[in-house]
């Protein structure tokens, strides 16, 4: 789980890192940026997916070949595909965002997008059977904690304005907000795709 997810969200990150570089666009990502996302990352790994519970068909799958690659083929495919999905999403957000909002608005309306979608990459990987919808009731309370000082952290980021300035953002409208939320959490929608698709060809 772990292993998937951390493939999965570095995508993103790297291409909205790179692009702007490559292609002219005003930068979007500060190492600060950087910095913030791998303080949401780093205890998804080593406390968030630690603390799930085994999922209750485990037994039913058989062992491990112990000469198959750790982390290859189809088993690399699906993180790489979920990340690209965020990266679409954060890079259609950037487009939208660079024509409506001013460029420190832009930049924080982005990294809403991709904290978000960060938090969806931790959802959609917590199982890899069962849709998000049927694993928010299985219980992690290390997850909602995690979450929710993220979030916090995040509304610090974008409305205090010290910390804005700090993080070259402007403040959102509550609608701006809004609509960075549901793009980071669109990507929902590709990851259960992605899911019945690797359940119809299993690993």
């Keep these: 789980k772990s292993m998937s997810y951390i493939v999965a969200v570095h995508i993103p990150i790297a291409g909205i890192a790179l692009l702007p570089v490559l292609l002219g666009w005003p930068v979007m990502l500060f190492p600060l940026h950087i910095a913030f996302l791998e303080l949401v990352i780093d205890p998804a790994c080593s406390m968030v997916f630690e603390n799930e519970p085994a999922e209750g068909d485990v037994m039913q799958h058989p062992p491990r070949d112990a000469r198959a690659q750790l982390f290859a083929g ?68 290390t997850l909602w904690i995690v979450m929710a000082l993220a979030l916090t952290m995040l509304a610090l980021a974008v ?23 549901l793009a980071g959490l669109s990507g929902l929608v590709w990851f259960e795709i992605l899911r019945r698709m690797q359940m119809l060809r299993p690993l």
């Design 74 to 141: 189809r088993t690399l495919l699906w993180p790489l595909l979920q990340g690209a999905g965020v990266l679409l999403i954060a890079v259609v957000a950037f487009l939208w965002s660079r024509t409506h909002l001013s460029e420190p608005a832009t930049r924080a309306f982005v990294f809403v997008v991709l904290v978000v979608g960060n938090m969806a990459l931790i959802l959609s990987n917590r199982s890899s059977s069962q849709p998000v919808w049927a694993t928010l009731a299985t219980p992690n309370r």
């Design 159 to 181: 409305y205090v304005p010290w910390l804005a300035k700090l993080f070259s953002f402007a403040a959102l409208t509550p609608a701006s907000a809004a609509v960075a939320v």
